[in-house]
């Protein structure tokens, strides 16, 4: 692990809520049929129905503009675009996407989107204030809401002396907006970025990022390519960089070696455990994947703790898939999308760990989800209830075993977006059910609302189509941004 040190910056709390209150109110919910179709409406004040499915409510949102839903991954792969939702304590969200630019639709030599846009919605999700557009960038990484506004992570143009390897100069942005305005903009690499001197020879072509607030500082937690410690030049890594309330530095910045292509998770994290002793380090906890040693593994981040490594070595960065980090008594559940130890394997499936507060494995890993010839994609794992989580992934029915040229994807026909329930251990409560006309998308990040207990998330697509490879980004199609909420009763 790498470690840039600088002089301590005070981090100025700033006393802000991350997400919603809202009230439990009558609304219309689709419960699935034998047919996969509609039933009558449900009173979801006066009853809670058995079904997953009938909890849920899709919300649609008209933006007028060609939304970016689409782009080529490795192997040319169909993957989402970013979808970013975020909620204020009265119940008012941002919504972060890109907009799909019509003139270099299918360009493959230019990024898509061609502009982010950060909309205001009120507590039922529509649109009620002019948005914020941010003109020259090309990707959405992170977004939270705080109750005068919104911070933002971007893919942005390197503003300074070109740094790049021939793959597009461009670099992570940091933007914070207050009451509609903005407080302030901040690289955090780049040529003028403020961080430890390597961050300033570092770009990302993409940053497949998260962003994280633990109500004094902002983890920023990212794709890095180049820079001045990278003697492969060119090797893909990850980094990990801390802001405070007006984008100063904060003390340290963090770099793994991880092939996060694979997947970052990073949550806030108060009072846990910090294996480095680092007094400074913010509150936050995080994973990632790494692919070193002929070995693929998953990785805590502040001790470099391999936990699990029982994964099936595959040329390029996605033998395994991080889904989700959640936080238990006593340590953590990590949930992934795992090829196994052996070649045996028919797709991705879902794998399981408990870890104690030091990251050490005290249990598993074990299969929750294990299905031959059908691919598990884009999972997450999240609160759902005093003692229960919300599973949700994809499921595509492979047509066409990976090869070594495929970077172990699978193409085939989607099947739909299951949910699942799981104990506080993590054990399965009751079989999946299927949610009709509904997608998640690998960094929707599903989002709990307190006072319901609800859980939402963003997505364009409700019918994905992975059955072939994609040459670049989707043209013009989508205008409809689509949030499900999923309302929690026992």
């Known amino acids: 692990m790498h470690l840039a040190m600088r002089p301590g910056t005070v981090a100025i709390v700033s006393c802000l809520a991350l997400v919603a209150s809202c009230e439990r109110e009558a609304v219309t919910i689709i419960s699935a049929g034998p047919d996969g179709g509609g039933s009558a409406p449900i009173d979801a004040a006066a009853s809670c129905p058995a079904s997953l499915a009938a909890r849920l409510k899709v919300y649609d949102i008209g933006v007028g503009k060609n939304i970016a839903w689409r782009k080529a991954g490795y192997s040319q792969f169909p993957v989402d675009e970013r979808v970013a939702l975020a909620v204020q304590s009265n119940g008012q969200a941002y919504v972060a996407w890109g907009e799909a630019n019509a003139a270099t639709a299918g360009d493959v030599t230019r990024s898509s989107p061609f502009g982010v846009h950060v909309t205001p919605l009120d507590a039922n999700f529509v649109a009620n204030a002019d948005e914020v557009f941010f003109p020259s960038a090309q990707e959405v990484a992170g977004l939270v809401a705080h109750d005068d506004g919104f911070a933002v992570l971007v893919r942005d143009v390197n503003q300074g002396a070109a740094i790049d390897l021939g793959d597009g100069d461009t670099v992570a942005y940091l933007a914070r907006y207050k009451y ?6 901040e690289p955090l690499t780049g040529s003028l970025s403020l961080g430890a001197d390597e961050t300033k020879t570092v770009y990302s072509p993409l940053l497949e990022g998260q962003l994280t607030w633990d109500q004094s500082s902002y983890g920023a937690y990212f794709t890095i390519r180049g820079g001045s ?12 960089v801390f802001r405070n309330a007006f984008g100063g530095p904060a003390p340290i910045e963090l770099s793994h070696g991880c092939q996060n292509n694979g997947g970052i998770r990073l949550i806030p994290d108060p009072n846990r455990a910090n294996p480095l002793g680092l007094k400074d380090l913010p509150q936050m906890t995080g994973l990632c994947v790494q692919q070193a040693d002929a070995a693929i593994k998953l990785t805590g981040l502040e001790g470099d703790k391999v936990v699990s490594n029982q994964e ?6 996605s033998g395994a898939k991080l889904g989700s980090l959640v936080k238990v008594d006593g340590g953590y559940l990590v949930f992934w999308l795992s090829l196994g130890a052996t070649n045996d394997h028919q797709g991705h499936d879902i794998r399981m760990a408990r870890l104690d507060a030091n990251f050490t494995v005290t249990s598993g890993p074990t299969w929750v989800a ?4 059908v691919e598990e994609w884009n999972l997450h794992v999240v609160a759902y209830g005093k003692d229960r ?11 066409r075993p990976a090869d070594d040229h495929d970077w172990a994807m699978y193409l085939g026909n989607y099947l739909g977006t299951r949910v699942r ?3 506080s251990d993590g054990t399965p409560l009751g079989p999946s059910e299927l949610l009709p006309n509904v997608a998640i998308t690998a960094n929707a990040e599903p989002m709990v609302l307190p006072g319901s207990g609800d859980v939402v998330w963003p ?4 019918a994905p189509d992975y059955t072939q490879r994609v040459d670049g980004p989707n043209g013009p199609g989508q205008t409809v941004l689509h949030v499900a909420r999923m309302s929690n009763c026992q």
């Open 180 to 185: 509609g305005k903005q407080a302030w903009r």
């Open 229 to 240: 410690a990278d003697s492969t030049s060119g090797f893909w890594r990850d980094l990990l």
């Open 312 to 317: 099936v070595e595959w040329i390029g960065y």
């Open 370 to 373: 294990q299905t031959p010839g």
């Open 389 to 399: 989580f919300l599973m949700v992934y994809e499921e595509i029915a492979i047509t």
């Open 421 to 423: 329930l799981l104990a």
């Open 459 to 462: 997505f364009v697509n409700p």
